[in-house]
């Protein structure tokens, strides 16, 4: 079974900054691509960004493209979203998310197999 663990999530005040981690138990069965994505209150999942392994490439979503960095681990297969100039629009629940459709966007998340938890955000103003 695999796991997604994620940590690094809290309360700031805007204008902070946040470094969310997500470590998955077995490297094998995640896919090419591990990604962060966001969920406020009452609307969708929608991806902050993604990392694939197959080319060491990273995407990026609309909400937080200039605000957030995201890297990988490899030895450790852990997963770290950085994110600056917080806002308190950022306020929302981000969950790591492993295992992306073979085809397809991966700002669907509908398609994406496994999932951690979520860590909650929330910034003052």
């Known amino acids: 079974q695999v796991h997604l663990v994620e940590s690094g999530g809290g309360l700031v005040q805007a204008g902070d900054s946040l470094r969310l981690f997500c470590t998955a138990s077995e490297r094998a069965d995640i896919g090419d691509a591990m990604a962060w994505f966001l969920q406020a209150s009452g609307k969708e999942r929608e991806v902050v960004a993604a990392f694939r392994w197959s080319d060491g490439k990273t995407f990026y979503g609309s909400s937080l493209k200039d605000r957030s960095a995201i890297s990988m681990d490899n030895v450790n297969n852990t997963l770290t979203l950085q994110l600056n100039r917080l806002e308190p629009e950022d306020t929302a629940v981000y969950c790591c998310?492993?295992?992306?459709?073979?085809?397809?966007?991966?700002?669907?998340?509908?398609?994406?197999?496994?999932w951690g938890q979520g860590t909650k955000i929330t910034v003052s103003s």
């Open positions: 998310a492993a295992d992306p459709p073979a085809s397809g966007p991966y700002h669907n998340h509908q398609l994406w197999i496994y």
